[in-house]
C-alpha cells in the first residue's frame, strides 16, 4: 500500500463513520440525511478509487474507471444540495427547479465519460492508475465548468450564512465549517486544474492526495461544529431541563409522535410520578385527545403556531380538574416542527371560583371528588382525611356557595369549570 491508498481508504472509514452519526442524529431532518448520502456516496467513491489505483491490468483499470467516474462526477451536486439546507435555503434545496440543475449536468457527464468522450485512455504511474483526459473535447471543459460552478455556489453559500445570521450559535457554527469548508473546495479545483497537467505523476500524486486530506478536513469540521456547538442535532434531555425546569407551570416535552420525554417538577407533583410512570404518550395523559390531535395537526401542517384546548387532567388525588392546555410547536435550526411543548394552565374560571366564595385548594379537590361519585369515606380515603372531616368541609361548601344538595353543588362547578362540563 502506497500513502494515497492509506490516505483514501482513511478518509472513507472517517466519511462512512460520519454519515452513520449524522444520520442517528435526526433521521428525519433533510440536512442530516443529504448529508448522510453525501459522505456515504463520498467514502463508496474512495474505495472504488483505491481498487482503480491498484487494478492488476488495464482491462480491470477500464472496469473500475467507469464505476468510478459517476460517482466523482455527483459528488459537487451533492455537496451544493448540502449547502443549501445546511445554510437556510430549505425553499431553494427542495424545488423542481433546483434539482434538475443540480443533478442533471453530472448525469450527463457520466452518459459522455461512458461512451469515452472524456476519458481516453488510462496510464500507469509510480502511484498506480490514473485518467487520460480528452483536453480538447468539449464535453471535458463542460465537466470543469459544471464543477467550478458548483464550487462557487458551495462557497457564495457557505460565506453568505456566516455574515447575514444573527444568531451567535448560527455564527460559531458558519466559522468553523467556513474554514474547513473552504481547503474542501479548492481541493476539488486543484484536481481539475491538475486534468490538464502535462505529467500523470503530479496527478495522481498532488490533486489526488489533496481531495483525500482536505475532505476528510472538512468531514472532521463538520463533525467539531457538531460536537461543540450541536450542528445538526436534537437532544431533548439536556435542554429540556434547563429550559423547563425554570416554569413554574406543569409543563411537557413531547415529541412529534406524541411521545413524552420530559416533564418538569410541576408536571409530576400535579400528576404524581406514579401516574407518569408508564404513560409514553401524552394522549393517555390528558382526557381531550380529539382535540389534541387536531391542534397538532394545525400546528404540524402549518396552519397555526400554537393552540389552546379546555381540558380534564386526572390528577394525583384521582380527580378531574379543567386545564388550559397550551401547545407551542418546536422547531430545530431549519425550521422543521420536532416537538411540542405543552403547559398546562389551571382554568382562570377556577381561581374566580375560588375566590369568589372563598374556596380553598383542598375544598375544590373535595368538590371534585365529590362530583364524581364518590362517598363520603371514598373520598377521606382518597386525600387520607377522616371522614369527618370531609363532612364538615362539604357542609362549609354549601354554606359558602349558598346552596342546599348535590346537583345546584354539580350546576355551580360546571358553570365555573370547577370540573369539565
Not at 29 to 40: D, G, H, K, R
Not at 204 to 232: C, H, N, P, Q
Request: aromatic share 12%; proline share 4%; charged share 15%.
Amino acid at each position: 500500500m502506497n500513502i494515497i491508498e492509506i490516505s483514501y481508504l482513511l478518509s472513507a472509514f472517517i466519511a462512512f463513520e460520519s454519515a452513520i452519526t449524522v444520520l442517528r442524529l435526526n433521521r428525519r431532518s433533510p440536512v442530516n440525511i443529504i448529508y448522510a448520502v453525501f459522505t456515504l456516496h463520498y467514502a463508496l467513491m474512495i474505495v472504488m478509487y483505491s481498487l482503480f489505483l491498484t487494478a492488476p491490468t488495464k482491462e480491470a483499470c477500464t472496469v473500475w474507471s467507469r464505476i468510478l467516474m459517476p460517482l466523482f462526477v455527483f459528488i459537487p451536486a451533492l455537496i451544493v444540495h448540502f449547502c443549501l439546507y445546511l445554510t437556510r435555503n430549505k425553499l431553494l434545496a427542495s424545488s423542481p427547479w433546483i434539482l434538475p440543475l443540480l443533478y442533471l449536468p453530472p448525469a450527463i457527464i457520466s452518459e459522455r465519460v461512458s461512451r469515452g468522450h472524456i476519458i481516453i485512455d488510462f496510464i500507469m504511474t509510480p502511484w498506480g492508475w490514473d485518467n487520460v483526459f480528452d483536453r480538447d473535447s468539449v464535453w471535458t471543459l463542460f465537466s470543469v465548468f459544471y464543477a467550478l460552478c458548483s464550487i462557487l455556489a458551495q462557497i457564495i453559500l457557505v460565506v453568505r450564512w456566516h455574515f447575514t445570521t444573527t444568531s451567535e450559535l448560527e455564527k460559531k457554527q458558519s466559522r468553523v465549517i467556513m474554514y474547513s469548508f473552504l481547503p474542501g473546495a479548492f481541493s476539488i479545483l486543484f484536481c481539475l486544474l491538475f486534468m490538464v497537467a502535462e505529467n500523470p505523476l503530479y496527478v495522481t500524486l498532488v490533486s489526488d492526495s489533496m481531495y483525500a486530506y482536505f475532505f476528510t478536513g472538512f468531514i472532521l469540521g463538520i463533525r467539531f461544529t457538531i460536537k461543540k456547538y450541536k450542528l445538526m442535532s436534537f437532544n431533548p434531555t439536556i435542554p429540556a431541563a434547563e429550559l423547563l425546569t425554570g416554569i413554574r407551570e406543569p409543563v411537557f416535552l413531547v415529541t412529534i409522535q406524541g411521545v413524552i420525554i420530559y416533564q418538569n417538577g410541576d408536571a409530576e407533583s400535579l400528576m404524581g410520578c406514579s401516574t407518569l410512570h408508564g404513560k409514553k404518550s401524552v394522549l393517555e395523559v390528558f382526557s381531550c385527545t380529539d382535540a389534541i390531535r387536531k391542534e397538532i395537526g394545525n400546528i404540524a401542517a402549518g396552519r397555526a403556531h400554537w393552540g389552546v384546548i379546555d381540558c380534564a387532567l386526572l390528577n394525583v388525588n384521582g380527580n378531574q380538574k379543567a386545564y388550559k392546555l397550551h401547545l407551542q410547536g418546536i422547531k430545530n435550526e431549519l425550521n422543521e416542527l420536532i416537538g411540542f411543548l405543552f403547559i398546562a394552565r389551571a382554568d382562570p374560571a377556577v381561581r374566580d371560583f375560588q375566590e369568589k366564595f372563598r374556596i380553598t385548594d383542598r375544598q375544590v379537590d373535595i368538590i371534585s371528588l365529590a362530583l364524581s361519585g364518590l362517598s363520603n369515606r371514598e373520598i377521606a380515603g382518597r386525600l387520607r382525611l377522616s371522614e369527618r372531616t370531609v363532612e364538615n368541609h362539604l357542609f362549609n361548601i354549601y354554606n359558602k356557595i349558598g346552596i342546599d344538595n348535590k346537583i345546584e353543588l354539580l350546576n355551580t362547578a360546571r358553570r365555573h369549570h370547577v370540573i369539565p362540563n
